[in-house]
């Protein structure tokens, strides 16, 4: 096959010999996983752009089931993520959302794009991780095609409380009679619905008021809306609760 190349950022890697690993690349190309040759030595060439969180350029060989990777020129490592255990364990939520959807193979350049901007805005911006985390979240399921019916809200009195049905996938006044159904204030629909409508890069930029807002309460409501797409608890996110103690 011929030689390929693409930009994208490394989700998941996991040994395979003892000089080797195996990658999961979110490209341009697509989701792939991919050999890397000789990249547990510190001088390979391989080492810096095949490392778990980079955004790298990438030169491989396509294959059945791994690609073989021959050059991979790191672009950003984002090293403030690697290096602190909280944003690392938020880092693995989000990569773990995208191994989880997406098949291998599959191609969708506008999730690539809001990953890409999420690793970038809380590698710069630490104290926005909840903020955009919940922002990410909403914006895999809408471009998944299952976020729940927010166009249900603007026909609701926002003067009594709204309930977020996750078995109904749906907002409504009347509280459902299914155990999965949440009560949210005005502030917090207000924020739902902002996060919903603007891009991530809009909402980094933004200075908003969020004191009486609780972005893990709600991170916690669509993870489990999450969970139930895809009828399996996600380990990443319970490690995430476990070393985020107190604040998740």
């Known amino acids: 096959m011929a030689l390929e190349s693409t930009r994208g950022l490394v989700i998941s890697e996991r040994s395979y010999n003892e000089s080797d690993k195996i990658i999961t690349i979110f490209s341009e190309n697509g989701k792939f996983q991919a050999i890397a040759n000789g990249v547990k030595n510190p001088k390979s060439s391989l080492s810096a752009g095949c490392r778990l969180f980079a955004w790298s350029e990438f030169q491989y060989f396509p294959g059945k089931t791994f690609a073989k990777i021959t050059q991979a020129n790191l672009i950003d490592p984002f090293y403030n993520i690697s290096s602190n255990l909280e ?5 693995s939520y989000i990569a773990d959302l995208i191994k989880n959807f997406y098949d291998d193979n599959q191609l969708d350049k506008v999730i690539l794009k809001h990953l890409v901007y999420y690793f970038y805005y809380i590698n710069s911006s630490p ?7 919940l922002t990410f979240q909403l914006k895999l399921l809408t471009a998944l095609g299952i976020i729940p019916n927010f166009n249900s809200i603007l026909s609701l009195d926002s003067n009594i409380p709204i309930y977020f049905s996750i078995t109904d996938a749906n907002f409504d006044n009347k509280r459902s009679t ?8 005005k502030n917090e629909i207000d924020l739902l619905l902002h996060l919903y409508k603007n891009p991530i890069s809009t909402i980094f930029k933004e200075n908003l008021n969020l004191e009486k807002i609780n972005l893990v309460r709600l991170i916690e409501i669509f993870n489990s809306f999450i ?3 895809l009828s399996k608890q996600l380990k990443s996110f319970k490690i995430l609760k476990e070393l985020n103690q107190g604040s998740l």
């Open 87 to 91: 944003l690392v364990s938020y880092a």
């Open 127 to 133: 104290d926005k991780v909840l903020l955009l985390t």
């Open 178 to 185: 299914n155990k999965l159904t949440y009560r949210l204030n």
């Open 227 to 229: 969970e139930s797409q």
